[in-house]
């Protein structure tokens, strides 16, 4: 049982370039997430999909970009990196209800931006 | 809007000591509150829950109780071990209509020595 599984687990970037975060989830659940964590912060919502063709912005969207073409997929791109996009990076998932259900988090993607 | 306010850290104990990390919530609504653990190098996992007011939620010797009346969810543990050491998030979930989002507290590192 799979679940959550992100890649890559890290990468190092340099200013102005770009890449994709790929989630992908078995468990067929509506809602994904992807969060950003920073020391003494805890975790701050980018981006999230509630099903297949549907996301909306979370608190922190600026500099990112999501699609939802499929119900196991949520990849992240950064399009022209920036040393404040230097974190740790988590998609999580979740089944449809009415708001007592878990979320499953990956294991998440540290990445450096130099 | 919503929010989450825990205990800051970091704690440090020794093993067979007695846990609290406090967490107190901003909500419409009636919310679910959870408390995630984040082992070092991995993601987030479920550590307990509860869905309405006076539920108490329990996992592993640990516990937490819904206080509508004090908007709070403490965490509690009788005797820690020095394989709980981690950082810990209380978190809450809207159970109405904007129910997709997690909201996270700054999270709690907790040390356990020998």
């Known amino acids: 049982n799979a679940g959550v599984t992100q890649t890559p687990k890290f990468r190092i970037l340099k200013i102005g370039q770009s890449m994709t975060l790929q989630c992908t989830q078995d468990?067929?659940?509506?809602?994904m997430y992807w969060y950003r964590q920073d020391p003494g912060m805890g975790l701050k919502l980018i981006y999230y999909s509630v099903g297949a063709g549907i996301t909306d912005k979370g608190e922190v969207p600026n500099g990112y970009n999501v699609s939802r073409s499929t119900t196991e997929d949520f990849p992240l791109r950064l399009e022209l990196a920036a040393p404040s996009q230097t974190s740790v990076y988590f998609c999580?998932?979740?089944?449809?209800?009415?708001?007592?259900?878990?979320?499953?988090f990956g294991q998440g993607t540290r990445l450096t931006v130099v | 809007g919503n929010s989450v306010t825990q205990m800051e850290g970091p704690v440090t104990l020794s093993e067979e000591a007695f846990l609290t990390i406090n967490c107190t919530y901003t909500a419409t609504g009636y919310p679910s509150l959870f408390w995630y653990v984040q082992y070092p190098g991995e993601g987030l996992q479920l550590l307990l829950k509860?869905?309405?007011?006076?539920d108490k939620g329990s996992n592993k010797g640990f516990e937490a109780t819904y206080r509508k009346e004090t908007t709070s969810f403490h965490l509690e543990k009788g005797s820690v071990q020095v394989s709980d050491s981690a950082v810990y998030f209380c978190?809450?979930?809207?159970?109405?209509?904007?129910?997709?989002?997690?909201?996270f507290g700054k999270g709690t590192l907790l040390t356990v020595n020998p």
């Open positions: 509860a869905t309405k007011a006076d």
């Open positions: 468990m067929n659940h509506n809602y």
């Open positions: 999580a998932s979740r089944d449809r209800d009415r708001g007592t259900s878990e979320a499953f």
């Open positions: 978190a809450l979930r809207n159970s109405g209509g904007s129910n997709y989002k997690l909201t």
